[in-house]
T-cell receptor, first 111, second 117 residues
Framework: GDSVTQMEGPVTLSEEAFLTINCTYT??????LFWYVQYPGEGLQLLLK?????DKGSNKGFEATYRKETTSFHLEKGSVQVSDSAVYFC??????????FGAGTTVTVRA | SAVISQKPSRDICQRGTSLTIQCQVD?????MFWYRQQPGQSLTLIAT?????????ESGFVIDKFPISRPNLTFSTLTVSNLSPEDSSIYLC??????????????FGPGTRLTVL
């Protein structure tokens, strides 16, 4: 079945550092890929998405590119801020709309 | 995007009792989903609820433990029955996007934090 493998955390960074969170997937079809974010005390929000190979999703300075050849969707941000401290989830959805989530990566950005 | 509310936001329950969680959406949607997020863990899909039909449960989840209602296109309830401490989790409902821009996306409610003593 479909599955998502996500880089384990926690990750601690200084402000303005470069952030990468690795995500790879296994799927039988042609899934859509997502990054969701959960800020402290808040609900789950969609950060970005890509629906087909080579698509790049971007939002709030974060980017991720759908790489079919490596079955990956790594999240990157060039210069993180304290406000980026959150739990990040990689997820995929196949044709039935169901979401399969990765384990989540806790990111803490220190001033 | 859809605006989703859940009630209650949190509750503390005794083992053996049940808790019913409500999910209200500000627009009509075909599919609603219920997820569980156990402490420090990722989200796991419990079931998919379509209006007018029985909910479809994922492996490891059964209707007797997690009965779901879906009386109309804007509302659903999830009941967690015969509670045990292992049921302590955050329960979230979500709905699918219903326009081209939100194709294949899901929008999540704020969650219900359940603690079972």
């Amino acid at each position: 079945g479909d599955s998502v493998t996500q880089m384990e955390g926690p990750v601690t960074l200084s402000e303005e550092a470069f952030l990468t969170i690795n995500c790879t997937y296994t799927a039988t079809g042609y899934p859509s890929l997502f990054w969701y974010v959960q800020y402290p005390g808040e609900g789950l929000q969609l950060l970005l998405k890509a629906t087909k190979a080579d698509d790049k999703g971007s939002n709030k300075g974060f980017e991720a590119t759908y790489r079919k050849e490596t079955t990956s969707f790594h999240l990157e941000k060039g210069s993180v801020q304290v406000s980026d401290s959150a739990v990040y989830f990689c997820a995929l959805s196949d044709s039935d709309y169901k979401l399969s989530f990765g384990a989540g990566t806790t990111v803490t950005v220190r001033a | 995007s859809a605006v989703i509310s859940q009630k209650p936001s949190r509750d503390i329950c005794q083992r053996g009792t049940s808790l019913t969680i409500q999910c209200q959406v500000d627009s009509q949607v075909t599919m609603m989903f219920w997820y569980r997020q156990q402490p420090g863990q990722s989200l796991t899909l419990i079931a998919t609820a379509n209006q007018g039909s029985e909910a479809t449960y994922e492996s490891g989840f059964v209707i007797d433990k997690f009965p779901i209602s879906r009386p109309n296109l804007t509302f659903s309830t999830l009941t967690v029955s015969n509670l045990s401490p292992e049921d302590s989790s955050i329960y979230l409902c979500s709905v699918e996007g219903h326009d081209r821009a939100s194709f294949n996306e899901q929008f999540f409610g704020p969650g219900t934090r359940l603690t079972v003593l």
